[in-house]
């Protein structure tokens, strides 16, 4: 098997080093040379959060050879193993002309790859740290009801937290219910984590009508058709899993030319936009009795479920509309551990919340196992 070396501090472990390692992975038995205590405070000023001992055992957990650099000689782990291949990541771009020299001088066949970089503000080790050091910093998992948009929801947070920087991730509109995820303090600068997990809906249909929003808070038309059989609803539901282009709706928050679809909608504009290529990653029926149709879907981040369901009516045929949506999950965070607004107050917020390890320990699961 082949030797494969990287380099880095590895301190606090993300998805970011969890890419590295993989793409590793795919070239041999990895080695990694981790930067000393010392090493991180005189170049960073500051400690690492997590000591070398535990950087080692965090990486040996990850089938991943961790030894100590050398802080006078920073080739003297490549010498000793004799990698056939280095992976460096983006940001190590000096690193990598001196390692190509070395490797030119010494007339030797290593193979050494840069990998472009995995969503790297996303994931940038100071934001990270930034939330580890706020005592503040958490998520709270909150059950919206109808009829309430997700903007209300977080005003009301930040009476309740006294907190006034809070966010969420992941719009409901005001006809949708269930898991919306808010971030509070620091937390708010890693809302986009949540999107990299699947979400799953529960939504109910209209079939025999269409709508100017694809919903029933839209103008509606209803129009006689025949009732399609279970059997063909079921058969047209399958259609639409894997990858599918789908076009957003008018009304949403999809901006063009830098204005929301919505704005240019509500003067009656009409605007042609792309399709964007979204994942169903399952799509399941829960009943049907014509013209009600309810399904679970369970979908990657960009995805409407309103466009799902005016494609599926128009699959059959018979035009469909959305008139009730329910969030039940984002990952494997489930609405059922989530709590309603009402039921919190400035003394039992803090019983409801997510800690950012929490978060990170799911996100590398659903990533990378």
Known sequence: MKRVLVFG????????????????????????????DSTIRKVKGRPPVHALHERVRQLEAYEVNALPGDERDRLKAFREIKPDVVILGY???????????????????TKIITLPSFHADIFASRKIRAVAEDEDAWFLLIDKPVGEPSFHTVSQLRKITGIKQIGFAGTLDPIASGLLVCGISQACSLLDWWHFFPKTYEATAELGATSSTYDSEGTVTRKGHAAPTQGQVTDVLKQFTGTIEQIPPM??????????????????????????????????????EYPSLTFRVACS?????????????????????????RRTEIGTFSVSEAVSVSKLSDTTWKDHLVSMPELQVQLIATLYH
């Open 9 to 36: 501090t590895f301190d606090i472990l993300h998805p970011g080093h969890l890419f590295l390692i993989n793409e590793a992975k795919k070239h041999g038995q990895v080695h990694a040379v981790l930067a000393l």
């Open 91 to 109: 940001d190590q771009k000096l690193f990598v002309d001196s390692l190509k020299q070395y490797v030119s001088e010494q007339k030797l066949s």
């Open 251 to 288: 009304f949403s928050a999809k901006k063009v030319g830098g204005q929301p679809l919505y704005k240019m909608a509500r003067k009656g504009k009409h605007i042609e936009r792309k399709p964007a290529l979204v994942t169903v990653h399952s799509i399941d029926l829960l009943s049907y």
């Open 301 to 325: 981040t960009g995805t409407y479920v309103r466009s799902l369901i005016h494609d599926i009516g128009a699959k059959l045929k018979t035009g469909a509309v959305m008139i009730a949506l």
